[in-house]
């Protein structure tokens, strides 16, 4: 989902390099040890808090079959929200996050008795690219980002870190900015920065593994590409994709690029089409060698796969034979009757989903959850919330 404009600072161009040396120099900086274990700087960030005693540590997630399944086999719905703000903030050179990620507005999401918290993230800030201010680049933005993982772990939630703006310049069909760096969303990762992104992540949090990992928000390669047959074959291999004018770097890639690093964390891959379409995503999903990744799948009220019919044709069949998780579920009509839909049908399958989006927006220019961060619902919030509750009960 694409967030409000906020005024930034003016970004500076930089210099693509040829495919081969992008993805020496990404695995070079990982190797490095750019955020290994244990080296995120503490500087001037919030400690989390204590756990909370009456809170479970989430569990550690694996795939059994189609479904999520727990160390002793018991199976598990991702039942939360997602937190939105890492991926602009930083980028727009005003913070980190937008809104307060302190212990109590942790503990207002799962008062909601959500169980998962998807926190969209910037590669470019991660990374720490001479574009973003120092402030929130590199060190600081890392040492934030994984604060607030251990915050919402602290609650019993599983933290899901997302990747959902990426460098790479893309202008065609609903090209989201002209700009070449991470300010907005582009149709593919790329291979100058997301395989490194990915390598250093999965290098943070090997030794974690209830942390999940969503490989890319919102992949639209079919906006871009002539044909279906190359949209697919770009979201999986990547490379030099139809339409788009960066190098690519496909879902293999950044799966290859997870366990290289030796995390065996469950890994969620979304579809084409703003990762609403899973129509050809059994025939062309990535190869992991650990057997521990999820579809992910996005829904709002103005997509084309929107009613029952469309998920019984393309949703049942993935469901049937992998497990899936809709990352975001959420409609603009500032009400809950589209999202009420969406979550029976996943609740009649035993399947996952994640609202957009715990931030206090007005929810009629989009789907916002809270008027405030204490946890306050708007009108479209209220059904999650209501419907969490009613679950955990």
């Known amino acids: 989902m694409r967030q409000p404009p906020r005024p930034g600072p003016s970004p500076k161009p930089r210099r693509r390099p040829s495919r081969a040396l992008a993805v020496l120099a990404g695995f070079l900086l990982a190797a490095a040890g750019l955020a290994a274990p244990g080296a995120l ?12 005693a009456r809170a479970a540590s989430p569990p550690v997630l694996t795939v059994k079959g189609n479904q999520l399944v727990t160390a002793d086999g018991t199976p598990h719905r991702l039942l939360g929200v997602n937190r939105s703000g890492g991926e602009f903030a930083c980028v727009q050179g005003w913070g980190i996050f937008d809104g307060p990620v302190d212990d109590a507005a942790v503990k207002a999401i799962a008062d909601w008795k959500a169980n998962a918290v998807r926190i969209p993230l910037n590669e470019e800030c991660w990374l720490g690219t001479a574009n973003i201010e120092p402030e929130y680049a590199g060190a600081p933005y890392r040492s934030a980002v994984d604060a607030l993982v251990r915050r919402v772990k602290s609650h019993g939630m599983t933290p899901v870190l997302e990747l959902h703006w990426t460098h790479g310049q893309y202008t065609g069909n609903s090209s989201g900015c002209a700009d070449v760096h ?5 149709p593919m990762p790329n291979t100058r920065y997301t395989p490194a992104f990915w390598s250093s992540v999965a290098q943070t949090y090997k030794s974690d593994p209830t942390v999940v990992f969503d490989l890319f928000n919102e992949p ?5 590409t002539p044909t279906n047959d190359q949209a697919w074959a770009c979201w999986r291999d ?5 339409g788009i004018g960066y190098d690519v770097a496909g879902m293999q890639d950044l799966v290859d690029a997870v366990r290289a690093a030796g995390a ?11 990762a609403n379409d899973l129509s050809r995503w059994l025939e062309h999903a990535p190869k992991d060698p650990a057997g521990r990744l999820a579809a992910a799948w996005h829904v709002y009220n103005f997509n084309a796969c929107a009613n029952d019919d469309c998920w019984n044709r393309t949703l049942a069949p993935v469901a049937a034979k992998v497990p899936l998780v809709a990352g975001e579920i959420g409609e603009n009509t500032c009400a809950h009757a589209f999202i009420d ?5 996943f609740d009649d399958r035993a399947l996952s989903y994640l609202g957009w989006t715990w931030n206090a927006w007005d929810c009629s220019s989009g789907p916002a959850l809270i008027s405030d961060y204490d946890g306050t619902p708007t009108a479209f919030g209220i059904g999650l919330r209501d419907h969490l509750r009613a679950l955990d009960g």
């Open 182 to 186: 991470a300010s907005c969303q582009k």
């Open 341 to 345: 839909r969406v979550m029976k049908w």
């Open 220 to 224: 639209y390669p079919d906006r871009a």
């Open 41 to 52: 700087s503490t500087a001037g960030a919030t400690p989390p808090p204590k756990a909370d």
């Open 264 to 274: 065996k964390n469950l890994v969620l891959v979304p579809g084409v089409a703003y």
């Open 238 to 242: 990547g490379g030099t994709c139809p």
